[in-house]
């Protein structure tokens, strides 16, 4: 077992040990968070770096490693609430922080466990890669609610793949989750070019710009930014809800995959002390219509953050390509006004939501023309025939190859039609009732007859992955009640 292996499972056997004592993956993961960025903070003061200090001293990895049982608890919660009031990277990450690991025991073996190893030591990729299985555990904690914010990795890198990133490009993601596109982005970036000093400075620094509005999940993006090497004493990302207003600042690049859910709320407490969600509607002069569904808003938001012909890729649900009324309106002005070119069509059992149908939507932000812009839209569906689940048929890498070839990001003008992959004309496309986009061809096996349905096992897990999930979200109502 190699060293780098080694700290995984010891951090996995720990993370079991308090899921008994009643820790969450997501609590743990946040704990975690808060004591590597400590221990981190401390390591960059010592040789070699010698940096200096980002953290108080009265503050500092020592004075927690010193302390012990109730001592340590006390003085531990103390750090969390004053460092939550620091600007930059350490706002974000200690903003609203709570310690959840009451018993000062396991406190103290969670810092000794951490305090054995050199983090900063270890490879950029390493560290990365413990984090990022941390968060992968969470996102599949279906209590915890945190799948919302997680892509499949796999769908991410074929995005990525397919937009092929340029140095000097700059990167937004609106809601960015644990920063899933941004790493993807990093790491083609890295890997595909041979940056000089310079390229290499605005990669860290410049390249990235991100807004979320969960505190929780936007300190899990930071710190998995700042274990991959992005950014440092200013955070790449805002805590912010992104549609409010525009940012006044343009971007090159788009990768996004908003929360589901169609409407944006918020909770209003009336008079008899009771709460309410009530929608928001977001009125801006730079958005097309004006609607309470969140998905088209985001929509409409992308193509602001754009520069002229600056390009974007939205993971967008069923409803955003056939709802009438301010959909409709939407659609017409996207495909007249940007080159929307390109949608991939996303099978159904690989998020964490169960049941959600969703798409990717591809386009670039084009100058004002009386011509429309888009001219065929080709449309890839991986849906039709494919059954994934998230635990035994998990979508891969592999099967989004075709999907990376029929693209042909060498030169997307030049595509061949193929049994899954159509083009559609502009013409075509703004005669369809209510300029629909949800189009389909493909003749689906299972609704033929019975012998062309998925296999037993595959229909089993799927079967037994809706059951799991609608019992731990009846037992996360009832604990919400008892509370």
Known sequence: MTPESSIVQRLWNYCHVLRDEGVSYGDYVEQLTYLLFLKMADEQTKPPFKKPAIIPAEYSWQTLVAKDGDALETHYRHILEQLGKQKGVLGIIFRKSQNRIQDPAKLKRLVTLINEETWVGLDMDVKGEIYEGLLEKNAADTKSGAGQYFTPRALIKAVVDVMRPQPGDTICDPACGTGGFFLAAHDCLIKNHKLDKAQKKFLKH????????????????????YLHGIGEDESPIAVDDSLA????????????KPPFGKKSSITIVNGEGKADREAITYERDDFWATTSNKQLNFLQHVRTLLNINGRAAIVVPDNVLFEGGAGETIRRKLLHECDVHTLLRLPTGIFYAQGVKANVLFFDR?????????????????????????????????????FVICYN????????ESKRFKAFGYDDLVKRDKASLDIFWLRD?????????????????????????ALEMFASIEEKLEE
């Open 445 to 469: 096996k299972s609704l033929e007859d019975g012998d062309n349905l998925p296999e037993p096992d595959t229909l089993a897990a799927e079967i037994r992955e809706n059951l799991e999930s």
């Open 409 to 416: 990001p060498d030169n997307r003008h030049k595509r061949k």
């Open 206 to 225: 410049d390249t990235f710009r991100g807004w979320e509005i969960v505190d929780a999940t936007a300190r899990l993006c930071v710190m998995n930014l």
């Open 366 to 402: 084009k100058p004002a023309s009386e011509k429309p812009w888009t001219e065929k839209l080709w449309i890839y569906d991986l849906r039709t025939n494919n059954h994934f689940t998230l635990k035994t048929r998990p979508m891969l890498l592999d099967d989004l190859n075709d």
């Open 245 to 256: 207003s525009h940012p006044g600042k343009h971007f090159d690049m788009v990768l996004t």
